[in-house]
T-cell receptor, first 112, second 116 residues
């Protein structure tokens, strides 16, 4: 059975801290892994990872994939209150059609 | 750019009532999806479509029906609503991952549905 486990489920930090969010997965026909940020409403896209060991960066956020150990991490440096959100990890398991399976998310709260 | 538009944004139903949620996308995406999101459960796929006139079941399809008569629209129907269907519903769309294009999902803003 395909599954995705994110950890921690919730995290409270202070502005300026650095956080690491984890995503481990077991899926057949792995194609890619996507990270989303969800604030009040719709999830918004952060990264798509397809190759091991290649870091993707966007400002203070970065992410990397390890296809051998089946996990990905999302790092946020110098956190700000605007980073408070639920972060979702979603591997694409391809199969016959191509779909994402979402983890339950990590709820990050950044306090001033 | 409108992107993915869902209507309505909020709805309250009584048990046994029916309703249809409408999703429209203007990005010419082949794939469209309906998810539900419940506290502590993450996003779960209800139904999806890989093209006009096609639909397929996802992880939690029971109690829902869908139709995709036009490429840009994907409808989610509840024939006889139950309290267990109280949730936030998200529509999403993407290019086909098999056409060499970016396969990321674009989400609508969600529909908060309460069934009493």
């Amino acid at each position: 059975e395909d599954k995705v486990v994110q950890s921690p489920l919730s995290l409270v930090v202070h502005e300026g801290d650095t956080v690491t969010l984890n995503c481990s997965y077991e899926v057949t026909n792995f194609r890619s892994l996507l990270w989303y940020k969800q604030e009040k409403k719709a999830p918004t896209f952060l990264f798509m990872l397809t190759s091991s060991g290649i870091e993707k960066k966007s400002g203070r956020l970065s992410s990397i994939l390890d296809k051998k150990e089946l996990f990905s991490i999302l790092n946020i440096t110098a956190t700000q209150t605007g980073d408070s959100a639920v972060y979702l990890c979603a591997p694409n398991y391809g199969g016959s059609q191509g779909n994402l399976i979402f983890g339950k998310g990590t709820k990050l709260s950044v306090k001033p | 750019n409108a992107g993915v538009t869902q209507t309505p944004k909020f709805r309250v139903l009584k048990t046994g009532q029916s309703m249809t949620l409408l999703c429209a996308q203007d990005m010419n995406h082949e794939y469209m999806y309906w998810y539900r999101q419940d506290p502590g459960m993450g996003l779960r796929l209800i139904h999806y479509s890989v093209g006009e006139g096609t639909t397929a079941k996802g992880e939690v399809p029971d109690g829902y029906n869908v139709s995709r008569l036009k490429k840009q629209n994907f409808l989610l129907g509840l024939e006889s609503a139950a309290p267990s269907q109280t949730s936030v519903y998200f529509c999403a769309s993407s290019y086909s991952p098999y056409r060499g294009k970016d396969e990321k999902l674009f989400f609508g803003s969600g529909t908060q549905l309460s069934v009493l």
